[in-house]
């Protein structure tokens, strides 16, 4: 069992930057890979961006590569998503995500999920 806590979201304009971070519990957060999804209004729930538990590869939407960086801290149970050069298209509601098994882009195949942050990007 894994809980996780996102914080650092809120209101930014177009071309800004936010950094998200999310807390774990637990003492096997470095077996966990982990990820970030997104929910806009009446929209399906989409990854971002993942990393693998040693923090060695990560995974990006097509839609954020090159402005979005995921990173983790194993010491420090936690993982970060920096986001820049933010569009109005970015605003949702961001999930941190956790897994020790396969994963796809799916989010069902996710097996914990945060309680979700809102990001509100303003043109």
């Known amino acids: 069992q894994v809980q996780l806590i996102e914080s650092g979201g809120g209101l930014v304009q177009a071309g800004g930057s936010l950094r998200l971070s999310c807390a774990a519990s637990g003492r096997t957060f470095s077996s966990y890979d982990m990820g970030w999804f997104r929910q806009a209004p009446g929209e399906e729930r989409e990854i971002v961006a993942a990393?693998?538990?040693?923090?060695?590869?990560?995974y990006f939407a097509d839609f954020v590569k090159g402005r979005f960086t995921i990173s983790r801290d194993n010491t420090k149970n936690t993982v970060s998503l920096q986001m820049d050069s933010l569009k109005p298209e970015d605003t949702a509601v961001y999930y941190c995500?956790?897994?020790?098994?396969?994963?796809?882009?799916?989010?069902?195949?996710?097996?914990?999920w945060g309680q979700g942050t809102q990001v509100t990007v303003s043109s």
């Open positions: 995500v956790a897994d020790d098994r396969l994963w796809t882009e799916r989010p069902s195949s996710w097996r914990y």
């Open positions: 990393i693998t538990r040693s923090g060695s590869s990560t």
